[in-house]
């Protein structure tokens, strides 16, 4: 099986500029969650998505969004970029049912965001 | 509250050493899981090990083993005759139904394993 895409990996964007994320999640796994990696924070979880419905949420400000589409792949976006949003956003994904247990997830390689 | 903690920055050893890892955990529920992940200077996040915390039994893969203690609230990882190619850092992560089965990592270990 292919592993979890991410796209790009690499991004240079400016202050006020918006972004927008991939990931392709492992196939047959329906739910995605989304980390920021810095090193001042460390790892920190943004968001999971199932069946196209965000299901949690971590404690980001509204600008960072993300949703879900059909075919289980996901899109995460930052709005109104700022300095601090330079980190490594990994994607996960996981055959985790809605309601169940947790199962292990499979992190892409993510994606390296630059913000100058 | 729930709380991950590995208390060692950075550690360095030379090839063919043991060295070991340390993770103690926080939660209020009985249920919940436990995992190490591996991240290599790419960035990508490698899964090791998941448990359960009904599962106290050691696990050892290879060069790897793992030391549950739910007494102590530790799951720490021992990598055995290291090798240059263990330098990474290693997350440890707790997931539990009380923060909705989301993971949440400790800060991380980083390991230099010198030639």
């Known amino acids: 099986k292919a592993g979890v895409t991410q796209t790009p990996r690499y991004l240079i964007k400016t202050r006020g500029q918006q972004v927008t994320l991939s990931c392709s999640p492992i196939?047959?796994?329906?739910?995605v969650s989304w980390y920021q990696q810095t090193p001042g924070q460390g790892l920190q979880f943004l968001f999971e998505?199932?069946?196209?419905?965000?299901?949690n949420k971590g404690n980001f400000p509204g600008r960072f969004s993300g949703r879900q589409f059909s075919n289980s792949r996901s899109e995460m976006n930052v709005s109104t970029l700022e300095l601090g949003d330079s980190a490594l956003y990994l994607c996960?994904?996981?055959?985790?049912?809605?309601?169940?247990?947790?199962?292990?997830?499979?992190f892409g390689p993510g994606t390296r965001l630059t913000v100058l | 509250a729930q709380k991950v903690t590995q208390a060692q920055t950075e550690i360095s050893v030379v090839e063919k050493e043991d060295v070991t890892l340390d993770c103690v955990y926080e939660?209020?529920?009985?249920?919940?899981?436990l995992f190490w992940y591996k991240q290599p200077p790419s960035g990508e996040l490698v899964f090791l090990i998941r448990?359960?915390?009904?599962?106290?039994q050691n696990e050892i893969s290879g060069r790897y083993s793992w030391n549950f203690q739910k007494s102590t609230s530790s799951f720490n990882f021992t990598i055995t005759a290291s090798q240059v190619v263990d330098s990474a850092v290693y997350f440890c992560?707790?997931?539990?139904?009380?923060?909705?089965?989301?993971?949440?990592f400790g800060a991380g270990t980083r390991l230099t394993v010198k030639p």
């Open positions: 996960a994904s996981s055959s985790r049912v809605s309601g169940g247990v947790t199962d292990t997830q499979y």
């Open positions: 196939s047959g796994h329906r739910s």
């Open positions: 998505y199932f069946s196209e419905t965000q299901r």
């Open positions: 939660t209020r529920d009985t249920t919940y899981y």
């Open positions: 448990r359960n915390s009904f599962d106290e």
């Open positions: 992560a707790l997931s539990d139904p009380g923060n909705n089965n989301d993971m949440r």
